[in-house]
């Protein structure tokens, strides 16, 4: 949505509650909080796998890239473990 359709959406919230009303304010600042953090983008995760496709709508908020870094983390954690089981010969997950 562009900033064009959040104003005349704004104006039609002024006019049938009043420009100066807290109901009023409330409801374009819920508005304006919505468009600024709707989810926006995809990203296609596991692409390299044929067959295997996991889309997952991200979210440009300071949550989403906090969630994404915590993700990251914790995926090469995964790995490490993982690897070192394999090692072992105690690994007996889905090889790939």
Do not use: H, W
């Amino acid at each position: 949505m562009s900033e064009e359709d959040y104003k005349a959406i704004s104006k039609i919230i002024e006019e049938v509650v009043g420009k100066d009303t807290i109901l009023c304010v409330k409801l374009l600042e819920g508005i304006r909080f919505y468009l600024d953090n709707k989810a926006e983008k995809i990203q296609i995760i596991n692409a390299n796998y044929p067959g295997t496709r996991t889309v997952i709508v991200k979210n440009d908020s300071i949550y989403s890239k906090e969630a994404d870094i915590a993700m990251k983390k914790y995926t090469e954690n995964l790995q490490k473990e993982v690897t070192k089981l394999k090692d072992s010969g105690k690994y007996c997950g889905v090889k790939g």
